[in-house]
């Protein structure tokens, strides 16, 4: 059976534009493309698909996907080589909690962290953050908040803690916004979501593409959704919503632009 765009964009879970995307990098060819210019997939493409998505959840770049997937055609292998890859990153994912627990605790005062277990989980979120802006933004965005970071250098733990509980002020005000039923993309959201601009500002030069892209990285980045999470489980769909919001109404960013997110950094 075959199916369209639309469809296998719903049934798995992605935009139409990230399939789009897929097929103009030749990851994933659509099964066969209509004279109307309609694309259709079948089995072997849903089946292709899925596993493109576990590499993703995985964190395995578009590039290195690709050639995995060319070179092996043994579903059985593929689907062992995967079973390990989870095994793996499910230890990854337990050394990162672990590491975003000690990072929040200390952020909130918590003295039973100490400053070089605080420090080693700060310097591991960064690392694994600074490798998320260069996955999705490329080298130039991933440069531009190691400079940023290097601008508090001389930061104490204290500094850090009075930083930590200006943000978490911010996303308390915010979930109680969106207790009270606010919409994310209100007149009263954006206001709050200004304040988080000016914050991400302050660490990394976002252009308006990139800030909307933000919506994105705060929903699969496992430590930014942790902390935000941290503070109201349903927060983290909220100001993503929110932030693309800003960046259209308040930055100017198109959404119907056909640059890249990478080429505007």
């Known amino acids: ?26 990851l994933l060819p659509p099964g066969r ?33 690709a050639r995995i997937l060319d070179e092996q055609d043994d579903e059985v292998s593929a689907l062992q080589d995967h079973r390990a890859q989870l095994l793996q990153e499910r230890r990854r994912l337990d050394d990162i909690l672990g590491a975003v627990d000690r990072t929040i605790a200390g952020l909130s005062g918590d003295e039973t962290v100490t400053d070089d277990e605080f420090f080693a989980g700060l310097s591991q979120a960064r690392s694994r953050l600074r490798d998320d802006l260069a996955d999705r933004f ?26 930590g509980d200006e943000g978490r002020r911010l996303l308390l005000r915010m979930a109680a916004a969106r ?17 988080h601009y000016d914050g991400v500002l302050q660490l990394w030069p976002a252009t308006p593409a990139t800030y909307y892209a933000l919506g994105d990285l705060i929903l699969d980045n496992a430590d930014q959704r942790s902390i935000i999470a941290s503070v109201d489980e349903e927060l983290p769909e909220w100001l993503a919503v929110a ?23």
């Open 1 to 26: 059976m075959e199916r369209t765009v639309s469809e296998v964009a719903r049934l798995a879970g992605v935009s139409v534009r990230t399939l789009r995307h897929y097929d103009s990098i030749g």
């Open 33 to 65: 493309v209509a004279p109307n210019g309609y694309r259709y997939y079948g089995r072997p493409e849903l089946l292709r698909l899925q596993r493109i998505l576990l590499l993703r959840e995985l964190g395995v770049p578009l590039p290195a996907i």
């Open 138 to 163: 490329g080298v130039a965005a991933a440069e531009g908040f190691e400079k940023a970071v290097r601008a508090t250098d001389g930061w104490t733990r204290e500094d850090y803690e009075r930083m």
């Open 179 to 195: 207790d009270r039923g606010v919409r994310p993309d209100s007149a009263e959201a954006l206001e709050l979501t200004e304040q």
């Open 243 to 265: 932030i693309r919001a800003y960046a259209v109404q308040r930055l100017g960013f198109a959404q119907n632009d056909k640059k890249t997110v990478r080429r505007s950094v």
